[in-house]
């Protein structure tokens, strides 16, 4: 006999058609990551990366670029406020930004403000689409580069750093602090 199941009312606002705050790319990024768990001695030993972007596909991206939305989505709003800007700042940096939703809701809680995103090319199709749909095209811009390659200027009053130290050795977080702080 088939078995039928349901979620709970509380599960609906993460899963299903119509969820308010949908998980299913977190769910299957998360499904990625825990296959590279298999190779955990090794990159322990080696001190690499455990995301290694510059292998994904086309798919793997999509499901990355679209999770991390999922969990922006979460706390952007609450993170928006918790940014101290100052009346005299006018230039934000998303450094690793992807989708550009933290850099879009400082930018609507702060009319003076403007923001660049700088990320890897896969990711500014889903960017521009989130900036289009938040209509932020007119303060927020997309900027397609390996910020760690190629540089990401100066002039910025507030730099977002939240979704990219993680993946990087303390090493590499360090010279990129100190390139902050120039």
Known sequence: KPV?????????????????????????????QFSNLFQLE????????????????TEQWDIFTKAMLEMAQMNAKEIARQVPVLSSHRKLLDLGGSHGLYAIEICKRTPHLSAEI?????????ANQIIEDYRMSSRVKFSPRNFMEDGFGQGYDIILAFSIIHGFTSQINQNLTDRIYK
């Open 4 to 32: 039928t199941l349901a979620l709970p009312k509380e599960s609906k606002k993460f899963f299903g058609q119509n969820a308010h705050l949908p998980m299913k790319n977190l769910i299957l990024f998360a499904d990625y």
């Open 42 to 57: 090794d990159r322990i030993k080696s001190g690499t990366v455990t995301v290694e972007l510059n292998a994904f596909t």
């Open 118 to 126: 700088i990320d890897l090319s896969p990711v500014e199709i889903y």
